[in-house]
């Protein structure tokens, strides 16, 4: 079964087990499973996915600044053009953020994100989990005021 689409993603929410879509996604088609382990570790609150405009996160832009050899930023941009590419035909999957110590992290999704931004699309589908009951708090408030829009 291929997970990593926001159409799956949103079927896994409809049904309340966002946290169960996460971790199907990041073991498989996300290939992320240092962050499937790391969400297991205590318990975490997740939201959405909602669609939201994403030049509010503040991220970085561009090649993450630990990407310090050419090989490594240049495979990093061939990830970009091949999903700005096939933008078109693609569902893609919700970026997932983590929002803790008063700043949003794209914890997976960073090459989404910047060829998103590439292509100037503002807002795009996004899961977010928090730690915390404050910073949960903080999550509603910002999406109150975000005007979230479904996806």
């Known amino acids: 079964m291929i997970y990593g689409t926001a159409g799956c993603a949103m079927e896994y929410a409809r049904r309340g087990a966002i946290h169960e879509w996460l971790q199907l996604f ?4 996300g ?3 240092v962050l499937a382990d790391g969400l297991l570790l205590e318990p ?26 050419l090989d490594e ?5 061939s990830i970009v053009e091949s999903m700005t590419a096939c933008y078109s035909k693609w569902d893609m999957p919700p970026l997932i953020v983590n929002y803790a110590d008063g ?8 090459h989404r994100n910047v060829a998103l931004r590439r292509m100037n699309i503002t807002h795009a589908p996004v899961v977010f989990w928090t730690s915390s009951e404050a910073d949960q708090r903080y999550i509603s408030e910002y999406l109150s005021e975000e005007g979230m829009e479904d996806i």
Request: avoid cysteine; glycine fraction near 8%.
């Open 103 to 110: 700043k949003f992290a794209i914890n997976d999704g960073r």
């Open 26 to 29: 990041l073991r498989n088609d």
């Open 31 to 33: 290939k992320n499973v």
């Open 73 to 77: 930023k240049a495979r990093f941009f």
């Open 44 to 69: 975490r609150v997740y939201t959405g996915p909602v669609a939201v405009d994403i030049t509010r996160f503040g991220i970085e832009e561009g090649a993450p600044s630990y990407l310090t050899e």
